[in-house]
């Protein structure tokens, strides 16, 4: 496994360059080898070779820590059931995928790289096959959006339950979510804002500054009664229940979402771990989840929660960036720790942890954007 995984990411170096050549090479090749698949892709297909790319970029280096690619794998075969996708498409992929490596690569290749992908993808197709004939549930649920309260021009905060079958989902977990009548066939990815309850009602932050089309339309065209889609849960940054360590939570932005679902589960049960939840945004207005914040550490002492901003000199707390801040509390070297945020955020968070010797299983993260 450790020679597959160096061939795999020695040759990824070859084309990680050139993305764009890659992921319009596969497509191109998987429409011309099937055109009946066309059909299972948004009009538009902006956004959608990034998100191959995530998951063939999660995929080889996870290759070599086989539980996690298992487990990574497994979880994205049940969440490609939204997608209608089969047995027999994995198949096409593959042969699109080979050809497009081969001719972004260019004179690099060899046969050593070729054989190590056809392997990597054979195991990769597998246990996304097996993952999602492991799930008796739907391919998605639908959802009727609840609520929805706009937060100044760009955040919402949407509740919406989902209909005819339970959803089960864990604190800390995301799910994909695709709004059908304003941009069908488009998923994204959003972190639950609650914990899990008996009356299948999920709630959503969202934040989108510009034209973005899933986020855009959940902050300024979803309204109440609108039927949404949601696939399967995933994510791994949830708690363990058998640890007795205390908890670090570190959010900025809408990054809050899981962290406050996290937050709601340790109210269910917790009475020993000291919890320190850092929030942090650019200005005061932004820290638009700090009431509800305040409101649960009036009722569970073991609750801390430090709000900070980064450029608003008038902010009556800490100031700087949320990074900087954790910093100072520190070290945090006995805590369990979750980050959630932007990818500048996580970064300088994941790097404080390091320097306080935090051990890497001790850590979890959910980040917007690539690390």
Avoid at 101 to 119: H, I, K, V
Avoid at 230 to 235: E, K, R, T, V
Wanted: net charge negative.
């Amino acid at each position: 496994m450790d020679n597959l995984a160096r061939l795999l990411k020695e040759s990824w170096t070859l084309v990680e360059d050139d993305r764009a050549r890659l992921t319009d090479h596969f497509y191109a090749r998987v429409f011309l080898l099937d055109p009946a698949l066309r059909q299972l892709f948004p009009v538009q297909m902006s956004g959608q070779g990034d998100r191959l790319l995530e998951a063939i970029i999660a995929a080889i280096h996870t290759v070599d820590d086989p539980e996690s690619f298992d487990e990574f794998l497994r979880a994205l075969g049940r969440d490609h059931r939204k997608y209608h996708v089969d047995d027999r498409h994995y198949a096409t992929m593959g042969v699109a995928l080979l050809d497009a490596l081969r001719s972004t690569a260019g004179d690099g290749w060899n046969l050593e790289y070729d054989q190590a992908w056809r392997e990597a993808y054979a195991a990769i197709a597998a246990l996304m096959v097996a993952g999602a004939a492991a799930d008796d549930g739907p391919p998605f649920w639908h959802a009727e959006v609840l609520t929805h309260q706009r937060y100044g021009p760009d955040t919402a905060v949407l509740t919406c339950r989902a209909l005819q079958h339970p959803l089960r989902w864990k604190a800390g977990q995301y799910v994909s979510l695709e709004v059908p009548r304003h941009h069908p066939r488009v998923w994204r990815n959003y972190s639950v804002a609650n914990a899990p309850n008996d009356d299948n009602v999920l709630e959503f932050h969202v934040r989108s500054p510009g034209a973005g089309w899933v986020s855009g339309a959940l902050v300024r065209r979803v309204r109440p009664g609108e039927l949404l889609r949601l696939a399967a849960p995933m994510g791994s940054m949830t708690l363990d229940r058998s640890s007795e360590r205390d908890i670090l939570c570190v959010a900025g932005g809408v990054g809050l979402a899981p962290i406050k679902a996290l937050v709601e589960e340790l109210a269910s049960y917790n009475r020993t771990r000291w919890v320190h939840v850092f929030y942090g945004a650019r200005q005061a207005g932004d820290l638009y989840g700090l009431a509800g914040l305040q409101e649960l550490v009036a009722v569970h002492p073991w609750l801390s929660v430090t709000p900070a901003c980064s450029e608003d000199p008038d902010f009556d707390g800490e100031q700087g960036d949320i990074a900087d801040v954790v910093a100072r509390y520190g070290p945090w070297t006995t805590h369990d720790c979750f980050v959630s945020g932007s990818a500048r955020m996580v970064r300088s968070t994941l790097r404080v942890l390091a320097a306080d010797d935090v051990p890497p299983p001790q850590i979890r993260y959910d980040t917007f954007g690539d690390l």
